[in-house]
């Protein structure tokens, strides 16, 4: 086996958080390491500096050991490279009109692209400002914002929706009665500080599932930990003459923790408490969306079921590339 060296934050430039925009310096370090280990190991075992060997080592065996060091010095692929090119081809492909000629066609499309973006870097105030606040909505602090739709008049919301409030109340020093079942005005969305649009189950179980793209799973951070959250609604709550923004959500399990290690904190899979697990929680602790799409993968990697029923009703994690970075 080949050893690999020790590295440490002073290999990396100090600019190294502006210039990756997906991942973590530490993250980045973690992978130069595993990839590197990886392409050597392969070339000393299969290779051993034979030359005859040496069409084994094709660019898939040992370019990813140079990823790294061009995610730091041009940021990461995807996004400089694949993004960048697959949306222009999609924005001027749609724009096509004349099929008889689409060559020719949009390549006018794009020098048009051309010359309103010059227009735009030349007189800024071209473009309209689009931060204006949607009619309906309520702006909170810390950058985050309740959109509509809302109830039309305060509704009474389910049992263990009440006993999570009154939890949230009592926590705040000011206890409520087991009796009390408050009735709330629901908001179905809230915007982010980092641009994303948070909904929420009391909106998105209305439509077909095929019809639309489920945004109510959120990661919000508590005390320092960081949880998965299936949002049921966001209300502002009056305790004490003081208005809370709060959002009601059901608490996705733990991960798995030797899956995780494993894969090296890639795979993060979890139970689904929906209506087991429910909670109030500040709308300021939501970081970011996620998706959380059913895990049939975990049944398989056990031979036995296990006897807890931890085995059933797994989802996994995939957040947007980016956030990390933007929101520290």
């Not at 370090?29 to 030359?51: G, I, M, P």
């Not at 692929?77 to 949009?106: C, V």
């Not at 969306?289 to 931890?310: H, N, Q, W």
């Amino acid at each position: 086996m080949v050893s690999v060296p020790a590295y440490s934050l002073a290999c990396f430039p100090t600019n190294i958080g502006k210039i990756t925009e997906s991942c973590l310096p530490s993250e980045v370090l973690e992978a130069h390491k595993l990839l590197l280990k990886f392409s050597d190991d392969f070339e000393a075992f299969y290779v051993q500096r034979k030359t005859n060997r040496l069409h084994f080592i094709r660019p898939s065996i040992h370019s990813p050991s140079h990823i790294p060091f061009e995610t730091i010095r041009a940021g990461p692929g995807a996004i400089y490279s694949q993004w960048t090119m697959e949306r222009t081809i999609g924005n001027l492909g749609e724009e096509i009109k004349q099929h008889s000629n689409p060559y020719a066609n949009i390549s006018q499309r794009g020098v048009r692209r051309c010359q309103v973006n010059a227009l735009i870097a030349i007189i800024p105030d071209l473009v309209p400002d689009s931060d204006a606040p949607p009619q309906g909505s309520r702006q909170l602090e810390s950058g985050y914002m309740m959109l509509t739709a809302t109830d039309t008049a305060a509704r009474m919301v389910t049992d263990i929706e009440a006993r999570a409030l009154r939890m949230f109340c009592f926590e705040l020093g000011d206890p409520k009665p087991n009796t009390w079942v408050p009735k709330v005005v629901r908001w179905a969305r809230v915007k982010l500080p980092n641009g994303q649009i948070a909904r929420s189950r009391w909106k998105e179980d209305t439509i077909a599932l095929s019809d639309i793209r489920t945004s109510r799973n959120v990661k919000i951070v508590l005390d320092n930990k960081e949880y998965i959250v299936e949002v049921h609604f966001y209300i502002l709550l009056k305790i004490s003459e003081t208005v809370h923004p709060v959002a009601i959500g059901s608490f996705y399990g733990p991960p798995h923790e030797e899956l995780l290690r494993r894969s090296h904190n890639t795979y993060y899979t979890v139970q689904h408490r929906r209506d087991e697990d429910v909670r109030a929680f500040p709308i300021t602790s939501i970081d970011s969306t996620v998706m959380m799409a059913p895990d049939p993968r975990y049944i398989s990697l056990f031979k036995d079921r296990e006897p807890d029923g931890t085995h059933l009703n797994r989802w996994f994690k995939m957040q947007k590339p980016g956030l990390k970075v933007s929101a520290s």
